[in-house]
């Protein structure tokens, strides 16, 4: 059921009962006919018999310069809360309200729910991304040989979902900064999308063996992490994928990895990464 709402060029919050509630989910739209030139906007919901107000998950304080700003509410849901902070101009906002009831046996065993993994869902909506940085048999690191990776965020925020390391060496140091200075030289590195039919650009920039001034500001107060293979060099063989946990890059921000060859003899590397850029759809 869709239902529009007449809204007040008001900077003040404005209170709309959902007829028949929303027990599954919704699509909001807050649309205006002309454009405000300035302003944001804050979407709040209310349970049935419940007092307190809570922001919806990417709905706090966005931008409404566009005329146009769509969100997902999830849950139950009796009321919705509109509140414009700082608008300038604009006229006829509505916000429409489009309900889709929860499947009928959901809750007591009777109909099922299809869940996947962050990875997969992301894939297919073309906003999963990897690159790879390689140094191979015809283009080795020396012994106390170091390589760096810079990675530049755009404007979207990073959630970097796997990081691994490959290679063919006795010892590698590898280590991570923020906000490195006099990054020159270097080559780009390809940025791939996993999804070949409707891939969303990528924001993110990426070039191996750059130069700097500095580096920058250590990750995890300066403790690098160390991969260990073979002092034996017909032996020296190893792979290593530390999963660890997600780390999330701001927009706009440059970052570098450092490769050293802490070893005895030449290293052959692969360094792979993989993220999705955009939001993330809990608060941070």
């Known amino acids: ?42 979407v709040e919901r209310r ?42 101009g604009g006229a006829a906002p509505i916000l429409w309200v489009d309900t889709n009831p929860t499947p009928q046996g959901l809750f007591n065993g009777l109909a099922a729910v299809t869940t996947q993994p962050y990875t997969e869902a992301n894939v297919k909506n073309g906003v999963q991304f990897n690159v790879r940085a390689v140094w191979p048999l015809g283009d080795v690191i020396a012994p106390a040989g170091i390589k760096k990776i810079w990675f530049k965020t755009g404007a979207k925020q990073v959630i970097v979902k796997l990081r691994e390391v490959q290679y063919v060496a006795e010892e590698l140091k590898l280590e991570l900064f923020k906000t490195p ?45 160390y991969f260990f293979g073979s002092a034996n060099a017909p032996q020296r063989a190893a792979a290593s ?6 780390r999330i890059l701001p927009a706009n921000s440059e970052f570098l990895i450092v490769i050293t060859n802490t070893g005895t003899g030449d290293a052959r590397v692969q360094y792979f990464l993989d993220w999705y850029e955009g939001d993330s759809d809990i608060p941070l």
Request: no cysteine; hydrophobic share 35%; aromatic share 4%.
């Open 1 to 42: 059921m869709v239902t529009s709402n007449p809204l007040q060029l008001i900077n003040t919050p404005q209170v709309f009962p959902v007829p028949g509630g929303i027990s599954g989910s919704a699509q909001l739209l807050i649309q205006f006919e002309t454009a405000p030139t300035a302003g944001t906007v804050t």
């Open 241 to 246: 994928i530390p999963q660890g946990r997600e």
């Open 181 to 225: 200075t006099g990054v020159t030289l270097g080559t780009d590195l390809t940025v791939h999308n996993y999804n070949g039919v409707s891939p969303v650009a990528t924001t993110v920039l990426a070039k191996k063996n750059v130069t700097t001034t500095t580096n920058g500001t250590a990750f995890d107060n300066g403790d690098p992490e």
């Open 47 to 88: 349970a049935p018999g419940v007092a307190a107000w809570s922001p919806l998950v990417k709905g706090t304080a966005k931008s409404i310069t566009s005329g146009a700003l769509s969100l997902r509410v999830d849950g139950v849901v009796g009321s919705l809360r509109v509140t414009f902070t700082g608008l300038t």
